[in-house]
Structure formats: C-alpha cells, structure tokens
C-alpha cells in the first residue's frame, strides 16, 4: 500500500472517530436536557446527592386529615387513633398498637404525632405526644364514638383537620409508619369516589404532581387504601393497595423502610412491595458508563491515530469526561426531574475511560474497518432504493404524526354539557366569590391583542360567533343571542347589590336549565375557542370551581377552579383524559388577594394559555404530536410538553435529513446542492404542518416550520459532507509525519 493510500485510510479513520465522539458529546447532553422544565421552586435538594432518590423529601406543608391538598376528595366516615410514627413498625409492634388508646407518657420511640380523638367537644384535637401538633376542626366535623373512646365523622363534602406544619410531622428519608382506625361510609364508591384519609401535600392549596409528601387514600374504583409519597428526585411513588371494607372499622397501618412498603388491615400483613430506586445505583451505573463510552472512544481513536501515549490518551479522556459530567450534574440543579450524584461524575467517568482503553486495545482498526463497510454498502444501494426509502419514511411519519395531532383535538366534548357557575356537578366544590361577565367564542384569542381587550367584549376583538351573558344585570340570566339556556339559581339565592354581578357562595350558584349543546357544537366544529370573565374570590376562599362544562362530576369538558392563590383549568382531550387532569394546568398566584381579574383562557388547536388582566402567562398546556406519544407511555406535566414537541420533531426530521444526506451524495456541485437542501427542508416541513394545521385548525406555526427546516437541512448536510471528505480524504493528516511515515494499527 503506498503512502497515499496509507493518508486517506488515516484520514477516514480519523474522521469516524471525530463523527463519533461528536455523537457521543450529543447523546450526554440529550438524555440529560430533554424532557426539560426548568421550574426553580422545585428545585431539588443537594441531601440527595448520595442517597438515591427513595427518600421521602420534606415540603413544608400542613398535615390534613380527610381532604387532599386541594380540599378536594373529602372523607365520608370516621376515623380515630391517628398515628405517625418517624420509624418503620414491625408487624408485632403493629398489633400491639390496634387496641391500645393513644399514649401518655413516655412517648414511644419514633412516635411523633398520635391524636386520639378523646375531646368530644371543640374545634381541635390534642397532639397526644406532647409535641404541639394541634389539629384544628375545619366546617364542623361532628364529634362522635370511635374504635377505641371519641372520634370524629367527616361528612363527604368539606370537612377536615388541619395540622399546621412542625419538624415532627415534616418527616423525610426512609423511615415512616402511618397508622389509624378508620370506617368509610358505604356508599362512599358510588356516591363520592375516591378519598382522602391523611395527606401532607407536596404543593400548598395544590394538587400538581407529586400530589403528596406523604399521604393515603381510599380509591373508589379498586375498593382499597393507597399509600403514595413524593420523592427526593420530586416522582410520585404508589398507589400501594391494601384491600379494606366498607362501613366497618378497620384498623389500617402503612409502614416504609427505604426499600419496602408495607400494609396490615387489622393487624394482618396484606402488602409488601419493593420500592425501585430512582437514585444512581444498579442499572443507572450501568447505563452511565455506557452513555460516556462512545465519547472516550472517539476520543482515544484520534488520540491513537495521531500516536499519543497510552497513559497520556487514557488520562485525558478520563479527564474529559470528569470535568463534562461533572459541569452537567451541577446543571441539573435547576432540572427537578434530574437527581445531580457524586456517583454519576464517578460512573460517567469511567465509561470515558474504558471508551479511551476500547479504542488503544482495538488498534484503531473498528474505525477504518467500520468506514470502509459503510461505504461499500453505500455504494451499492442505488439511489433509487434511497428515494424510495425517504419517500416511505416521510409517508410514515406524517400518517403518525395526523393520527397523534388528533389526539389534542376536542371531539370528544360531550353535547349534554351543563354550564355551571360557582360549583361543579357534584355540589361539593362551591366557589365563593363573584362573577361579572362571561363570553365564550369560537376562536382563539391572538396574541397579538395582548392588553386589547381589557373593557372589551369578545366580539368587538374577535368578531364571529361569540356567547355572552351579563351578569351584572338583574336575572335571569338569559344569553344575549338567545340560542343557548339561561342561567338559573341552584339553592339559596344569596343577596347582591345591583350591577356588581352574581355572587356565589357555599350553598348557592348558577347552572344552565338546558344543556349546551349549540355551544359544545361551535366549540368541537373549529377545536378553539376563548373564554372572557370577570371574578372576584371572596376574602379567604377554599378551594373550588369557578366554572364548569360537564356532563357529570366524573365526565367534563372544561373546568376552571381556584386552589388557593392559584387558577385551575382542566381541558378534555384524547391526551389528558375525561377529567382533564392528566395534566391540569396550574396558574400560579392569580389570586393573592379578593380583587377583580379579567381572565381570558383560550386554546387555538395545541396550545391551551391564560391572559391575567390583560397580560400573557408562562404557563401553558402543549398538545402536540409529541406530547400524545409520550402521554401514551407516562404520566406527563405541562412544563414537559414543549421539551417532548422538540424531542418528537427531532425524531422526525433528523432521520429524514440523514436519509436525504445519503441520497445526494453523489452530487458535488455546491450551489445546486445547497439549493435541493433547503428546498427540500423547507416542503418536508411545509408537509408536515400544513397537514398538522388543518387537523388542529388555526395559523400555520412558523415556529416549528423553522425548526424542521433547519434540522432537515443541517443533519443531511453534516452527513453529505462528511461522506464526501471520506470519499475524496480531505481531512487533515497528523502534523509532524511525513507520508512514508503514516502507519494504521
């Protein structure tokens, strides 16, 4: 073989070994930032560093019993003899706790909070461990016999007791038992679904995901308890089921240890299940240093290529990979689905280091040999094969993505839809506040009249066919076009003062007297719409809904609710299910104060977003193609979705690029083929979101024809050039060596 030859070789290996530790820096910093949301107040803590993320994670938040944390899923029954425990119970220790009343002193170890229900009469319960945990009795809860002395019996609509937060009850690590007596009314299943027995909320006046720091439930639908905890990574863990009776006592206690959960009803074990660490042991070890691998690979084949040492080669990869895990890991501080570790600095290290040691025990040849394959099976498939395998692939993606683009649409809305104001179907999440106008329309709010509408109605900025209902105005409360039902009082009639709107309270609000059938029909025909009202909460108001178009409580088109100081909306589609809630969006701080807010909720087909008096919220719901894949396989959070959109444009566009790469590659004439890239980049994407655009209507989104554009063009470019340097050995040679020098493996 002569020199030249020996060059070109050398050239081709060098190139597949920069290919290749380009592509390994890629693949690190993909699976680490997407899907991404970065959300600093949840920002996770550094004590997890080392200890895996099984360990329940301190919030902060009061500890309730009978309600969750957005005063929803209320109790109906009663409960007795409370306790929590910072220690995991053995199942002797359990059955020596059923019939025994709540201890005086000394205070059994690890019991932190035990609450007896022994009062009989008042508006707080006694921390019997003398730790200060007082529990207040919120909306009356009736004072009652228990299992063992008093009780309390919680009626099913809004009743509980709040415990505020102590450093006994924040409990966190890998240590708990919860335990308690308990007798859930009989017609909790069919009347009322699921409930809440005890919760410390992971978010305040929130249910967002994890839902809990530390919680069960009684689930209508399986006819069990639930325990669930949040984690230090913030990943909700359960529902682990204990099977339990209804209209009997039970005594139920859930005990975790850091690797199991387990459930005794009555002193009997009936769980015992593994709990999976999230944390950097185990398979997550193993997949670090195999994400790390190909980069220290390519870096130890141009290190061999260009003749470093061994030592010096190894060294440097080692040190590579260290300095870039560990810049990575203090990144994900502000990632609160990732867990920053030690360990993962010490694993991805490694994989960096045996890639360098892989590529000096290999010689150098995997690359070559690898180039010179690829080629030769480039080479004889002919290029009509190629087209036909882009052609097959666009075809392909573009029926998927027209199947997962239905998925946000509304067509599943429900024509018997009532309009309720101030409550839901159920009657048991009554909004207290006023309410002073309301407009739906079917279209979508443009953002470009940010701040236009403020004093305005609907149709003066939209125009079309818009619902409005005044109601300032002395009722009823007719729609002013006349083609939908008026609004009719359900319960008390509250007192108002004239032109201030209707007020609602716990027993009275306002439900259409037919259903919404014109208006679901509008609605469902163009997938948008957008919503005008005007509110104001009531001084100190519980959580509940503001408004609600739904069938039944279980069955919902839209809802909007307040938590707290926080707007609730839950918007049906194929993705987010019947309720709404997989996920909800969460507006935080709308309300930090009883004072009237113009809120115009709109949704153009993809993109469900909130106008608080006039101005854009960063929060959104993104209904995209690649949030209905991912919604398929997991539970998701709205801060995920934009990150999922980009992943699943990417996992159409690059291959097709690549694949457009490898069909042009015969071509070299510069200007004709830069013009094929960009013009075939542009239709591709062009395709693509016309086709997305008259499923979910609305504009064209730019945005992502850009984006598709752009990585069409830029990944079949890369490959383009990159094949035609190896072909025609244009990358630079080792300097120092002469041509006669030039040696491979």
């Given at each position: 073989?002569n020199?030249?030859?020996?060059g070109k070789?050398l ?6 070994a920069?290919?290749?530790a380009v592509s390994g820096?890629f693949?690190i910093?993909?699976a680490?930032l997407?899907?991404y ?8 803590r550094?004590t ?5 993320s099984r360990g329940?994670?301190a919030?902060?938040?009061?500890l309730l019993i009978?309600v969750?944390?957005?005063f929803g899923?209320p ?7 409370v306790r929590?425990?910072r220690?995991?119970l053995?199942q ?6 059923l ?10 170890a690890?019991?932190v909070a035990a ?6 009469a008042?508006n707080?319960v006694t921390d019997s461990t003398?730790?200060g945990s007082?529990?207040?009795?919120i909306?009356?809860?009736?004072w009652?016999m228990?299992?063992?002395?008093g009780?309390?019996?919680f009626?099913g609509?809004?009743?509980?007791v ?5 450093p006994?009850?924040?409990i966190s ?5 919860l335990s308690f007596?308990v007798n859930i009314?009989?017609?909790g299943?069919?009347?009322?679904g699921?409930q809440?027995i005890?919760?410390?909320?992971w978010?305040?006046?929130s249910?967002?995901?994890p839902?809990y720091q530390?919680?069960?439930e009684?689930?209508a639908?399986?006819q069990t308890?639930?325990f669930y905890?949040g ?6 863990r359960?529902p682990y089921?204990?099977?339990i009776r209804?209209?009997e006592?039970?005594h139920?206690a859930?005990?975790y240890?850091g ?5 005794y009803?009555n ?5 015992s299940?593994?709990v999976i660490r999230?944390?950097?042991?185990g398979f997550?070890i193993l ?6 691998m ?7 084949c141009i ?6 040492r061994q ?9 590579i990979?260290f300095?870039?895990?560990a810049?990575?890991e203090?990144?994900q501080?502000?990632?609160p689905?990732?867990?920053?570790s030690v360990i ?6 490694l994989g960096t280091?045996?890639?360098s040691?892989a590529a000096f025990?290999g ?9 010179n394959?690829?080629q030769?099976?480039?080479s004889v ?7 036909t395998i882009?052609l097959?692939y666009?075809?392909l ?11 946000a649409?509304l067509g599943?809305w ?10 839901d179907?159920s009657?048991?999440r009554?909004?207290?506040g006023q ?11 443009d953002?470009?009249?940010e701040?236009k509408?403020l004093?305005k109605?609907l149709s003066?900025?939209?125009?079309g066919w818009?619902?409005s209902?005044?109601?300032r ?6 729609e002013?076009?006349g083609?939908?039902p008026?609004?009719s009082w ?13 007020v ?5 609000w ?5 259903p919404m059938g014109?208006?679901?029909?509008e ?8 919503l ?10 519980r959580p509940g809904r503001?408004?609600s ?7 919902l ?6 938590e707290?100081a926080?707007l609730v909306l ?5 993705i987010?299910g ?18 009237l807010h113009d ?5 153009d087909g993809s993109?469900l977003?909130v ?8 929060e959104s719901?993104?209904?995209?193609p690649?949030?209905?894949l991912a ?16 992943m699943y444009?990417g996992m ?9 790469g490898?069909l042009?590659r015969?071509?070299?004439?510069w200007?004709?083929t830069?013009f094929?890239f960009v013009?075939v980049?542009f239709?591709?994407?062009a ?13 064209l ?20 050039h990159l ?6 050995g244009h990358?630079?040679r080792?300097q120092?060596?002469d041509q ?6």
């Amino acid at each position: 073989m002569n020199a030249g030859d020996k060059g070109k070789r050398l050239d081709k290996a060098i190139g597949w070994a920069r290919l290749t530790a380009v592509s390994g820096l890629f693949l690190i910093l993909a699976a680490t930032l997407f899907p991404y949301h970065f959300l600093p107040r949840d920002q996770i803590r550094f004590t997890s560093l080392l200890r895996g993320s099984r360990g329940i994670q301190a919030r902060g938040n009061s500890l309730l019993i009978g309600v969750d944390g957005a005063f929803g899923q209320p109790l109906n029954g009663t409960i007795d003899e409370v306790r929590i425990y910072r220690r995991t119970l053995s199942q002797a220790d359990i059955q020596r706790d059923l019939d025994t009343a709540s201890p005086t002193l000394p205070v059994p170890a690890g019991l932190v909070a035990a609450y007896s229900f022994d009062e009989g009469a008042g508006n707080s319960v006694t921390d019997s461990t003398h730790n200060g945990s007082k529990g207040n009795l919120i909306n009356g809860p009736m004072w009652t016999m228990g299992r063992i002395g008093g009780g309390v019996d919680f009626n099913g609509v809004n009743q509980y007791v709040e415990v505020q937060n102590s450093p006994f009850i924040d409990i966190s690590g890998t240590n708990i038992t919860l335990s308690f007596w308990v007798n859930i009314a009989r017609d909790g299943k069919n009347s009322l679904g699921d409930q809440v027995i005890l919760a410390k909320p992971w978010h305040s006046n929130s249910m967002a995901e994890p839902f809990y720091q530390y919680a069960v439930e009684f689930g209508a639908t399986t006819q069990t308890l639930n325990f669930y905890f949040g984690d230090m990574s913030g990943t909700r863990r359960g529902p682990y089921e204990c099977p339990i009776r209804l209209g009997e006592w039970s005594h139920v206690a859930f005990t975790y240890d850091g690797a199991e959960v387990r459930g005794y009803v009555n002193g009997q074990e009936k769980l015992s299940a593994p709990v999976i660490r999230n944390g950097p042991i185990g398979f997550d070890i193993l997949a670090n240093v195999l994400l790390y691998m190909p980069l220290g690979f390519g870096l130890g084949c141009i290190a061999h290529q260009r003749r470093s040492r061994q030592a010096t080669a190894v060294m440097t990869g080692l040190i590579i990979g260290f300095a870039l895990s560990a810049i990575i890991e203090a990144l994900q501080i502000a990632l609160p689905t990732r867990v920053p570790s030690v360990i993962d600095v010490m694993s991805n290290s490694l994989g960096t280091m045996l890639g360098s040691l892989a590529a000096f025990f290999g010689g150098g040849r995997p690359f070559e040999e690898l180039g010179n394959q690829l080629q030769e099976s480039l080479s004889v498939v002919p290029t009509s094969k190629w087209a036909t395998i882009f052609l097959g692939y666009a075809t392909l993606t573009l029926l998927l993505s027209a199947k997962l683009q239905h998925a946000a649409t509304l067509g599943t809305w429900h024509k018997a839809s009532t309009l309720i104001l101030g409550n839901d179907h159920s009657g048991n999440r009554p909004w207290e506040g006023q309410i002073t106008q309301l407009e739906v329309a079917n279209k979508a709010f443009d953002g470009s009249l940010e701040n236009k509408f403020l004093g305005k109605t609907l149709s003066n900025v939209l125009g079309g066919w818009v619902a409005s209902y005044d109601l300032r105005a002395e009722g009823p409360y007719k729609e002013r076009s006349g083609s939908l039902p008026a609004l009719s009082w359900k319960g008390k009639m509250p007192l108002r003062s004239a032109g201030e709107g209707v007020v609602t309270t716990r027993t009275a609000w306002l439900e259409s007297e037919a259903p919404m059938g014109r208006l679901v029909e509008e609605i469902m025909k163009a997938n948008q719409f957008a919503l005008k009202i005007g509110c104001t909460p009531a001084a100190h108001s519980r959580p509940g809904r503001i408004l609600s178009l739904s069938k039944d409580h279980d069955d919902l088109d839209f809802e909007m609710g307040q938590e707290g100081a926080n707007l609730v909306l839950n918007l049906r589609t194929p993705i987010t299910g019947v309720n709404g809630r997989q996920p909800e969006l969460v507006v935080h701080d709308v309300f930090p104060n009883a004072s009237l807010h113009d809120l115009v909720v709109t949704f153009d087909g993809s993109k469900l977003q909130v106008y608080v008096d006039g101005l854009l919220r960063p929060e959104s719901l993104d209904l995209n193609p690649g949030t209905a894949l991912a919604a398929k396989l997991f539970r998701i959070r709205p801060e995920e979705m934009k990150g999922f959109g980009r992943m699943y444009y990417g996992m159409v566009f690059l291959p097709l690029g690549c694949i457009w790469g490898l069909l042009s590659r015969s071509n070299r004439r510069w200007p004709f083929t830069a013009f094929l890239f960009v013009s075939v980049g542009f239709l591709m994407s062009a395709i693509l979101e016309v086709t997305l655009m008259g499923i979910r209507g609305g504009a064209l989104n730019t945005g992502n024809l850009l984006v598709g554009t752009f990585l069409i063009i830029g990944s079949g470019w890369v490959l383009h050039h990159l094949i035609g340097t190896f072909n025609h050995g244009h990358l630079g040679r080792p300097q120092g060596l002469d041509q006669s020098e030039v040696e491979i493996g």
